[in-house]
């Protein structure tokens, strides 16, 4: 029997996982259907199936268990209101034991209702907190749960909390359509020209934005086929030098040798490497290069040095 893989998503804006829908070919995009996973069973949505997913992590795919039920539905809508009850108690039960710059930052239950996870993060980036105090605590109010504290990310913090975006967008794009999040460094800032000022490169996690991958690779291959800054070339309105390259557009700005120092933009196909014309023109004026050891039989040195044309041979 051919498989059906589909991919499923457990978070609104959040990362695909795969699973073999073959025993249930009535599900469509948008139904919630209940699966097993190593954090126990959990009820995800089906996004659609994937016509060349990759290979399964432990040999085969899991199963799914069964599509949900409208009952289904209303446990979760359950679930959600005691993740943020268990929240709540888990942030006055940190300020209690006085955890210094954790935060809470949500619960999840598993869709059993035994197990939850506690998201968590930290100003501490280097060291792991001590949770022993909080997990006792927690304890004592829920005796019958397994509690299980994840520490995430900055960026993964933005993507829950949400809000306004650092460039004045309403939604952030963390939490609007990014389900993974790209390795971003300084680099890709300053191959797109982008001022390195902390306020215009840094997200409101704290950390390099996101978007400055967007555009990167385009800028890369742009740069490859632009003449450089400083580079001179030739213009439909004369020589000049390269003072910025616009990849985007495929063009530069150029500043001509004239005597206002006039600066004007061309596109790519309008330029002419100066260096390779004028390499041409060298070669055009210098004596015979065609024989070895200075002995010209076609008589083109003797024509340049009396100032006519070189005779034509049989060569």
């Known amino acids: 029997m051919q498989r059906t893989i589909v991919g499923i998503r457990f978070q609104k804006i959040g990362k695909l996982y795969h699973f073999d829908a073959s025993r249930e070919p009535d599900l469509v995009p948008g139904d919630f259907a209940v699966v097993e996973t190593s954090r126990g069973i959990q009820l995800g949505q089906v996004m659609g199936v994937v016509a060349d997913p990759p290979k399964p992590p432990k040999g085969t795919w899991?199963?799914?268990?069964?599509?949900?039920?409208?009952?289904?539905?209303?446990?979760?809508?359950?679930?959600?209101?005691?993740?943020?009850?268990?929240?709540?108690?888990?942030?006055?039960?940190?300020?209690?034991?006085?955890?210094?710059?954790?935060?809470?930052v949500k619960a999840e239950f598993s869709f059993d209702g035994r197990n939850v996870a506690l998201l968590y993060n930290t100003d501490d980036e280097k060291n792991e907190p001590n949770l022993g105090k909080l997990r006792g605590a927690l304890k004592q109010d829920y005796p019958d749960l397994t509690l299980e504290f994840r520490r995430i990310g900055p960026r993964d913090v933005a993507k829950i909390i949400g809000g306004m975006g650092a460039c004045g967008l309403a939604s952030r794009c963390c939490s609007t359509f990014l389900t993974e999040f790209s390795p971003v460094s300084i680099k890709m800032a300053k191959a797109q020209g982008i001022s390195l000022d902390p306020n215009e490169i840094t997200g409101m996690c704290g950390r390099l934005r996101c978007c400055l991958v967007y555009e990167y690779e385009q800028y890369v291959e742009a740069r490859k086929i632009l003449p450089k800054r400083g580079k001179r070339v030739v213009t439909p309105s004369g020589e000049g030098t390269v003072l910025d390259s616009f990849p985007l557009k495929d063009s530069v700005l150029v500043?001509?040798?004239?005597?206002?120092?006039?600066?004007?933009e061309f596109l790519k196909h309008e330029l002419e490497p100066w260096d390779e014309l004028e390499a041409l023109?060298?070669?055009?004026e210098?004596?015979?290069?065609?024989?070895?050891?200075?002995?010209?039989?076609?008589?083109?040195?003797?024509?340049?040095?009396?100032?006519?044309?070189?005779?034509?041979?049989?060569?």
Do not use: F, W
Request: positive net charge; charged residues 35%.
């Open 281 to 284: 023109r060298r070669k055009s």
């Open 286 to 315: 210098g004596t015979c290069d065609r024989h070895e050891g200075g002995g010209c039989t076609c008589g083109k040195g003797d024509a340049k040095a009396e100032g006519g044309e070189a005779p034509k041979t049989d060569d």
């Open 255 to 264: 500043r001509l040798n004239d005597e206002t120092g006039t600066r004007a």
């Open 62 to 104: 899991k199963h799914i268990e069964r599509k949900a039920t409208p009952q289904d539905l209303v446990i979760r809508q359950s679930l959600e209101q005691k993740e943020t009850e268990l929240m709540i108690a888990a942030r006055a039960a940190a300020s209690e034991h006085k955890y210094q710059g954790l935060k809470i």
